[in-house]
């Protein structure tokens, strides 16, 4: 079953401007991590945000956690044509890491 | 380091026939996973291992499909019969320990026609 649901599903943005993905999960996490996969690749780790945390920032990227509406965003800033994928989050409860179905970003020239 | 490895890379089978996909984990690592990514179904946990002790097959759809992981190097996803709607791409990854980084192969892109 899925845990994470990502929204939007997908989404295209000038190069430049911001990009925005949420990531919505059901049942209490351990930590809530975000992957990058290109076309034709394996996906890519991020970054990782524990539960106990509500803001983690990596560069460009800035993610939040929100555990009492069991939400998460991953903002890219100032993006870039290179930062065309899919991007997903990852859910860990513990016993399991479960993934949604994934954000397809398009950076329009 | 390599990474994890995965092979074949590519594989078109016709219906019936077995189907082995490899992986080689990250040296070191004690968690290995299986994941299975359509369009329609997206990215599926199929079975994890820790310490090379199957924990999690809750995600193998049906009996058609076996893993096996028989020593911390190496583990193999069996299918045996394939069908068309196997069709798929078969990431295997691993993580040093469940909770941490998870680290993907390149995928095994499965046809079978």
């Known amino acids: 079953s899925q845990q994470g649901e990502e929204d939007p599903q997908a989404l295209s943005i000038q190069e430049g401007e911001n990009a925005t993905m949420n990531c919505s999960y059901k049942?209490?996490?351990?930590?809530l991590q975000w992957y990058r996969q290109n076309s034709g690749r394996g996906l890519v780790h991020l970054i990782l945000?524990?539960?106990?945390?509500r803001e983690k920032h990596s560069g460009r990227l800035r993610v939040t956690l929100d555990t009492s509406k069991k939400s998460s965003s991953l903002l890219i800033t100032a993006s870039r044509a290179a930062d065309t994928a899919s991007y997903f989050c990852?859910?860990?409860?513990?016993?399991?890491?479960?993934f949604g179905k994934g954000t397809r970003l398009h950076i329009l020239p | 380091d390599a990474g994890v490895i995965q092979s074949p890379r590519h594989e078109v089978t016709e219906m019936g026939q077995e189907v082995t996909l490899r992986c080689k984990p990250i040296?070191?690592?004690?968690?290995l996973f299986w994941y299975r990514q359509t369009m329609m179904r997206g990215l599926e946990l199929l079975i994890y291992?820790?310490?090379?002790?199957?924990?999690?097959d809750s995600g193998m759809p049906e009996d058609r499909f076996s893993a096996k992981m028989p020593n911390a190097s190496f583990s193999t996803l069996k299918i045996q019969p394939s069908e068309p709607r196997d069709s798929a791409v078969y990431f295997c990854?691993?993580?040093?320990?469940?909770?941490?980084?998870?680290?993907f192969g390149e995928g095994s892109w499965l046809t079978v026609v």
């Open positions: 990854a691993s993580s040093s320990t469940l909770g941490n980084t998870i680290y």
């Open positions: 049942t209490s996490i351990n930590n």
């Open positions: 945000i524990r539960s106990n945390e």
């Open positions: 990852a859910t860990d409860r513990g016993d399991k890491i479960i």
């Open positions: 040296s070191g690592h004690n968690s």
């Open positions: 291992f820790n310490n090379n002790v199957p924990i999690d």
